[in-house]
């Protein structure tokens, strides 16, 4: 990977006090499983392969973060995968990627708990809200309903709602308006 430019890396590093070193800088990925991006030897590499070959050379093998957190690119928190050990995965029984233990309560049984299910749709819906809504609106059934005279002035007009007795014609509202009004100071 070449001459390690650590000044360069550590630009777009952001340290945590649990030591996770988090990646601030590009990032690639399909929203599930995404990783940094660095730019080095003229093409991009993985930010947290990229550490870990400078600080401990060329793995053999596929890397696995032992934190869970997919943007860590601290190299004491990659270790090199065993060919039986699930990547990419959250691997502890029992417990959801977040840290939450599974209860009777917070289990869903797909392996996420009820926090991060609801947060899961809410940054969905952020990032879709425009498609979201035309779906919904698609799916709303359109009652029309039959032309009817105005019970006031008996122009014909075509009425949004069953119970409408009346047509939305501003001179036809005045005429109510100023009647229901003389009836009120009478």
Sequence with gaps: MGTPDWA?????????????????GAI????R????????????????IVSYVWTYGEPNCDLH???EQSLCVNPEHVTPAS???PRHRH???GMCKCGLPFSGTNNRGDGICHPCATERTRRYLDANRDAVNAKRRAQREHIV?????CLWCGTTYQPMRSDSRYCTERACINDRQRANRNKRLA
Excluded: M
């Design 8 to 24: 360069r890396f550590l630009k777009y590093v952001e340290k945590q006090e649990n030591g996770c070193w988090l990646w601030i």
């Design 28 to 31: 690639r990925g399909n929203g």
């Design 33 to 48: 499983n995404e990783y940094g991006a660095f730019w080095v030897n003229g093409r991009t590499q993985r930010s947290h």
């Design 65 to 67: 973060h032992i934190c």
């Design 83 to 85: 060919s039986g050990q």
């Design 91 to 93: 691997v502890i029984p």
């Design 145 to 149: 309903y039959d032309p009817r005279p």
